[in-house]
């Protein structure tokens, strides 16, 4: 299984931009579907966006769609968040995930099996 280890989190004004990174190691990224999920404090961890492993199709929740865009670069087994228009309900700690290999686009975090140890992003009024 691949290891992930998240970068880019951090405090900004609502309105803001961050952009979080995921590297991968131990593996390639290539075949799975990668996955952004964030927790907030008192609440379930909650898919966030995925993206394809084989032609980056792109999937996100309702409340961050517009507002945020997932990429990767397999060559570099890195993933990427970009968030714009940050909102104090985005508050949370964001994790990168790896889904089982060839599944498309799923959201249900058992769907996925290699986990890293998680950003703090806060969003301040």
């Known amino acids: 299984q691949v290891q992930l280890v998240e970068s880019g989190g951090g405090l900004v004004q609502a309105g803001g931009s961050l952009r979080l990174s995921c590297v991968a190691s131990g593996g390639t990224i290539s075949t799975h579907t990668m996955g952004w999920f964030r927790q907030a404090p008192g609440k379930e961890r909650e898919f966030v966006a995925a993206?394809?492993?084989?032609?980056?199709?792109?999937d996100y929740i309702d409340s961050v769609s517009g507002r945020f865009t997932a990429s990767r670069d397999n060559a570099k087994n890195t993933v990427s968040l970009q968030m714009n228009s940050l909102k104090r309900e985005d508050t949370a700690v964001y994790y990168c995930?790896?889904?089982?290999?060839?599944?498309?686009?799923?959201?249900?975090?058992?769907?996925?099996?290699?986990w890293g140890q998680g950003t703090q992003v806060t969003v301040s009024s």
């Open positions: 993206i394809g492993w084989h032609d980056d199709s792109t």
């Open positions: 995930a790896a889904a089982h290999p060839y599944l498309l686009l799923p959201r249900r975090t058992l769907d996925y099996i290699s």
